[in-house]
């Protein structure tokens, strides 16, 4: 499980996607399997939590890695790349965003 935490030596990556009720539950399967099948092997994963808004229009995935490194290199690989493209077709856009954890609260 994800932990929260300042100044953790790990990267935080936080992505949204913007999708419809009709075709969440497909992003959230085609998310569900690229984590499942490629992602969670990849070097330097360490962790990840899908999100989804209650009206089906907004899913987050909020991510961590040992190294910025490796998530990108992870984003590069073919099969990732493959995946990017059937899970666009599934949302009107998604952006992967890099953060550093400045605070937490407990």
Known sequence: MPTIAK???YQTVITTFDTTPGTCQDLLDALTAAYAEF????PGFIAAGLHVNDAQTRVANYSQWE???????????????????????LCRN?????YDVVESFN
């Not at 992602?39 to 990849?42: A, F």
């Not at 190294?67 to 077709?89: G, K, T, V």
């Open 7 to 9: 100044g953790a030596d």
């Open 39 to 42: 992602i969670s092997h990849q």
């Open 67 to 89: 190294r910025r490194e490796d998530f990108q290199a992870m984003l590069r690989s073919d099969e990732m790349r493959r995946r990017n493209r059937e899970i666009n077709e």
């Open 94 to 98: 998604f952006e992967p965003v890099m």
